[in-house]
């Protein structure tokens, strides 16, 4: 039963460190971007309105794919003085609890923005801004993908903790 939880936790987490790097490389887009566009504006009196929508658009997709990837590599903040003096069963309930909540919640955000993203695909929505981007509910389908994978490594928590509840105990521990 512990090989399968290690099977699916690390499968699952395989996923979300792949779309983790992804959403790092957009970071460097993202600094690259603004370089550029704080370049063209001082040095060329260069500047766009569709740029400039490009930095919010790329920082959106890496906060959405870096929320997963975050909680992934353990960068998420614990600020509970109960938490670490826990026994390690009894963390690893707190834990699995926590992590079922979490994947509810994701997977209902995920549920409830699709229909954000339908209605932005109907319309054709694009910037209200002359000149600026277009096509406005590519950005918007982030959402639900991002919220399912964040579902996803909670699948992959939620696994680890049960793993370690159902995992043989040593005798001092309890």
């Known amino acids: 039963m512990t090989a399968l939880l290690d099977k699916i936790a690390n499968g699952a987490s395989g996923i ?8 790092a490389w957009s ?7 603004v370089a550029f566009n704080v370049l063209a504006r001082y040095l060329f009196s260069f500047g766009t309105v569709a740029l400039q929508e490009a930095e919010w658009h ?20 614990r600020v509970d003085i109960f938490h670490a003096r826990m026994r390690p069963r009894a963390r690893a309930a707190v834990d699995l ?14 549920w409830l923005s699709i229909a ?5 695909f109907a319309i054709n929505e694009g910037s209200p801004d002359p000149g600026g981007l277009g096509y406005r509910y ?14 996803l490594q ?21």
């Open 97 to 110: 609890f926590a992590s079922l909540c979490m994947g509810a919640t994701a997977l209902i955000i995920a």
């Open 58 to 77: 790329l920082m959106a997709v890496g906060a959405l794919f870096g929320m997963a990837y975050g909680l992934n590599q353990g960068g998420e903040v």
């Open 138 to 151: 590519i950005l918007k389908a982030c959402m639900p993908v991002a919220f399912a994978l964040l579902a």
């Open 116 to 120: 954000y993203v339908q209605s932005s």
């Open 27 to 33: 970071g460097l887009a993202l600094v690259l971007l």
């Open 16 to 23: 979300v460190r792949i779309t983790g790097q992804v959403a």
């Open 154 to 174: 909670n699948i992959a928590m939620t696994a680890e903790h049960l793993r370690d509840l159902i995992r043989p105990r040593p005798l001092a521990e309890d």
